[in-house]
């Protein structure tokens, strides 16, 4: 049946083999929370986030699937960005004026209805493109689509800083490997 729709060349089963873009464009590394410490000196020991690196060389940062929220299924009331952030401006084709970024830089706070609350690190060095500002109005995005629409914050980074981006980030296989080993 395949070639039988000239404008839907494909069968069925090529289609469902195709990736989705985020699969397709990224390449995925995790962020884990050991040995850092967050806003105000706040542990975030098993907070960890993903960070997704762009064929354009954009970073996307968001919540890991093994982050306390998704382990403990965990509802959120808001998204509350640091001061700097909520100010970042870039403009012009090279993104000037951006925010400066550290691994460790807290992007925002999230505040969950159980009154629990979990920083949001950078995760890498770099400027501050976006925050995404639907979080700002949703922040159960962060839970709920996760992958795409849920995400924390986009940064850029020079080209010695993309050379470095994998010496203290995790494959994905190390991290499955990581988190199926039972430590969380």
Do not use: W
């Amino acid at each position: 049946m395949a070639g039988s729709d000239p404008l839907f060349p494909f069968d069925q089963k090529s289609v469902e083999d195709f990736e989705d873009v985020v699969t397709r464009y990224y390449e995925k590394y995790y962020c884990i929370g050991k040995g850092l410490s967050g806003m105000k000196g706040t542990s975030v020991e098993g907070f960890d986030q993903y960070v997704q690196k762009h064929s354009n060389g954009l970073v996307v940062i968001g919540l890991a699937p093994s982050h306390p929220i998704f382990r403990e299924k965990k509802r959120i009331e808001r998204f509350q960005c640091e001061d700097r952030v909520a100010t970042n401006k870039v403009h012009g084709k090279r993104k000037r004026g951006g925010q400066s970024c550290q691994p460790n830089t807290c992007i925002g706070i999230i505040h969950c209805t159980d009154r629990t609350t979990y920083p949001v690190r950078a995760c890498v060095n770099g400027k501050l493109v976006e925050l995404n500002d639907q979080i700002l109005s949703s922040p159960n995005l962060l839970i709920e689509d996760a992958r795409c629409n849920g995400f924390v914050c986009i940064i850029i980074q020079s080209k010695r800083q993309k050379a470095t981006l994998t010496d203290t980030l995790l494959t994905k296989e190390e991290y499955t490997k990581l988190r199926s080993s039972g430590d969380k």
